[in-house]
């Protein structure tokens, strides 16, 4: 059994796959590479078929119809036979000697040290920016020892993303994961049905996964995010769907689930704002009253927070002061 299944999403992507695939060949032997070829009508398939001709024994290929990312990832889930399991997204690549050390780490975590989920840091790759953004969890959590819950002090801002998690393959399975077909912003459901059921936790604190970003067709560009409301919105929802329907045992877990679902119900909330169409407007409430009807507690939650207490209520006033709230975080955290 190969230590690490990297599954890699592709659409239309023979500009940048390249990069991705090449910066995870230095595991060959010990990772298997899964290229999902999400029905590309460029030279993708050749690129990955041609991979695959190269390196056998690492790289596999599966070709299907479109069925967006999360299906891609899906896709690569069920073909993995890896004992743990990342995704790369095909425009994004991963730092070869924090690699190594990952490689190294999963290894060590056999038999009664195995975890469900290993934590590692991530850097942005924006474009045009000189300054690189590290995202790390110093301080948050323990390093070098398995740990749970109770000993995280993650907080608001400080949030465990695709990017920076490896989950263990049978976890996933065992739970059915299946994302959504056609859909945007499934990251954040990969991320968190699986975070209901993880109670081992390990954090290699190495700057592992550069996630690129700033290019105008992006979907996480901000005016595509605006553009693709509705599927930011589906995704929202079934989180919320997650979260009331599961009852986690452990409160630690359960208080950073809950924040996790407030820091999207924000993006949600703010893009509605910002298009400030009276469609999108009206949606921002119906997202509100869909919580207060699901989870009243839920909602009662949220309205005590600063930003829910905004965010659940409508006028220009209110508009104006949480845009501005708003514009300060993209300049202090540098997101699209």
Not at 10 to 21: G, K, Q
Not at 215 to 243: H, T, W
């Amino acid at each position: 059994m190969k230590i690490l299944s990297v599954v890699v999403p592709a659409y239309n992507s023979e500009d940048y796959l390249h990069r991705a695939v090449d910066s995870l060949l230095s595991g060959a032997g010990d990772v298997e590479i899964i290229i999902v070829n999400d029905g590309s009508t460029d030279k993708t398939e050749e690129i990955a078929n041609q991979y695959q001709e190269a390196y056998p024994d690492t790289v596999k290929v599966v070709h299907q119809k479109n069925g967006g990312h999360g299906d891609a990832v899906t896709t690569g889930l069920y073909a993995a036979t890896g004992r743990y399991f990342k995704v790369v997204d095909s425009d994004d690549w991963v730092n070869e000697s924090a690699y190594q050390r990952v490689i190294k780490q999963l290894k060590q975590l056999t038999n009664n040290r195995q975890v469900d989920m290993l934590v590692t840091n991530y850097v942005y790759e924006k474009v045009g920016a000189f300054h690189k953004k590290r995202v790390t969890y110093k301080r948050a959590i323990p390093e070098n020892k398995v740990f749970g819950w109770n000993e995280t002090k993650l907080r608001q801002g400080n949030y465990l993303l695709v990017h920076s998690i490896i989950f263990k393959t049978d976890l996933l399975k065992r739970i059915n994961l299946h994302l959504p077909r056609h859909t945007f912003y499934v990251d954040n459901l990969f991320v968190f049905e699986p975070m209901h059921y993880v109670k081992r936790i390990y954090y290699l604190n190495v700057d592992f996964y550069r996630y690129f970003i700033g290019r105008e067709d992006q979907s996480v560009n901000e005016n595509k995010m605006i553009e693709q409301i509705d599927q930011q919105l589906f995704v929202n929802k079934k989180m919320i769907e997650l979260y009331s329907s599961n009852q986690v045992e452990d409160e630690s877990c359960r208080q950073y689930l809950f924040q996790f679902l407030e820091i999207v119900t924000t993006v949600s909330s703010v893009l509605a704002l910002k298009s400030n169409t009276e469609e999108d407007l009206w949606k921002k409430e119906m997202l509100w009253n869909y919580i207060e009807i699901l989870d009243p507690d839920l909602y009662a939650q949220l309205r005590k927070r600063f930003l829910g207490a905004l965010l659940s209520r409508k006028g220009f006033g209110i508009r104006y002061f949480v845009l501005r709230i708003y514009k300060t975080c993209q300049r202090i955290y540098g997101f699209n």
